[in-house]
């Protein structure tokens, strides 16, 4: 099971790369046919900027890959090895639980989802570093406060923030660079 928080995230496509390393390996040691790769997403779709969503939709349903949108992670029982989610988007996925059920989904408490897993890969919350959340420099979400047009300190006028620090209205992605 591979996953991520709804909190904010560099790279948008990290959780997936990894998911894609792992399936190839799977293939490769016999393990695929016997394994369910999911990927459950607080999102609506694997991934929002096209072309890239239109390929990647492609390609986990060529790989068979499970897809659950708007499943956020609120807890982990690495004891049981149970991953529980909730529904984040009001009205959407009503019927997780589906009539073959071959992940053994079940329901917990307040409408929680609880998938067992084998191997879970979470990517881990992001944020700006501590030398810059913690300092004048930091917005209110503690990313580097700067001009979304001039990357200038809206604070500090001699100071740029640039790259993954800077709070900018965009994913702090190479593609979201390019456009």
Not at 14 to 40: E, G, N, W
Not at 121 to 140: G, T
């Amino acid at each position: 099971m591979f996953t991520q928080l709804t909190t904010p995230i560099k790279c948008g496509g990290a959780p997936q790369k990894i998911m894609y390393l792992a399936d190839d390996h799977f293939r490769k040691s016999d393990a695929r046919s016997k394994s369910h790769v999911i990927f459950a997403t607080p999102g609506s779709v694997i991934f929002g900027v096209e072309p890239f969503k239109t390929e990647l939709e492609r390609i986990v349903k060529k790989k068979e890959i499970e897809i659950k949108t708007f499943y956020a992670i609120t807890k982990i029982d690495g004891a049981k090895k149970e991953a529980h989610f909730k529904q984040v988007a009001p009205g959407e996925n009503q019927c997780v639980i589906m009539e073959d059920n071959k992940l053994s989904e079940r329901e917990g408490e307040q409408g929680t989802v609880i998938i067992p897993f084998e191997m879970l890969h979470l990517a881990p919350p992001q944020s700006a570093p501590d030398f810059i959340k913690n300092s004048p420099f930091s917005n209110d979400a503690g990313w580097m406060d700067v001009d979304i047009n001039s990357l200038q300190s809206n604070k500090y006028k001699n100071v740029f923030g640039l790259g993954d620090v800077a709070a900018l209205p965009t994913a702090k992605t190479g593609a979201a660079i390019r456009k």
